[in-house]
């Protein structure tokens, strides 16, 4: 989903309690420049909640990421990025 004050924001939701932020960034960042990886942790176990938010500098590089991300997998699990 992007936010209507953050174009270029997407929530990507799904995933693998094993991925991270480097993770993230390697898929992502072929689309184009990240501004910043934000994945949501538990705050008593600092796991993963299994969803993150991924910023791109241009918006026209999330929807990208959007369109050419949805309903492919990343580390065992379907990542599913709104747009």
């Keep these: 989903m992007v936010e209507a004050d953050r174009p270029g ?4 939701g799904g995933l693998n309690t094993e991925t991270n932020e ?3 960034e390697a898929v992502f960042g072929k689309y184009g420049r990240i501004v910043e990886v934000l ?3 538990d705050r008593e176990t600092n796991k993963s909640r299994g969803f993150a938010f991924v ?6 590089d999330a929807k990208d ?9 990343l580390d065992g699990k379907n990542d599913i990025p709104d747009v």
């Design 9 to 12: 924001k997407l929530f990507i």
């Design 55 to 60: 910023t791109f500098e241009s918006p026209a």
């Design 22 to 24: 480097k993770a993230l």
């Design 65 to 73: 990421a959007a369109r050419d991300m949805n309903g492919k997998s």
């Design 39 to 41: 994945l949501m942790k």
